[in-house]
């Protein structure tokens, strides 16, 4: 089975850093693909960064680009999320997941991790 296991959310004050983990286990062939998303309350769930596991090649939402970066251990089937420079806005529930392909569609992942949260304050 399919599991991914977050790590890392928390309250952080605006300007400060945060580095969220998903471990991965269970992939099969058909996870090509990490992605994160978020979604605040009453909120949609949106694209946050994509990362595939072969090449590494990745892509960002405009609203984060500069100031996050996702990686991936291909060995340790980990993928971060490096948030630095945050803003209040950057408040929601932080998810990852995988596909087979990386894209920005929520509805095109297969496989999604419990959650966590990122609080910032002002």
């Known amino acids: 089975q399919v599991q991914l296991v977050e790590s890392g959310g928390g309250l952080v004050q605006a300007g400060g850093s945060l580095r969220l983990s998903c471990a991965a286990s269970?992939?099969?062939?058909?996870?090509?693909?990490m992605g994160w998303f978020r979604q605040a309350p009453g909120k949609e769930r949106e694209f946050v960064a994509t990362?595939?596991?072969?090449?590494?090649?990745?892509n960002y939402a405009d609203t984060v680009k500069g100031r996050f970066t996702i990686s991936r251990d291909n060995a340790k089937k980990t993928v971060y999320l490096q948030m630095n420079s945050l803003k209040p806005e950057d408040t929601a529930t932080y998810y990852c997941?995988?596909?087979?392909?990386?894209?920005?569609?929520?509805?095109?992942?297969?496989?999604w991790g419990q959650g966590t949260q990122v609080t910032v304050s002002s």
């Open positions: 990362i595939s596991w072969r090449g590494g090649i990745t």
């Open positions: 269970g992939l099969t062939l058909s996870s090509f693909a």
């Open positions: 997941a995988t596909g087979r392909v990386p894209t920005t569609a929520p509805d095109l992942y297969d496989y």
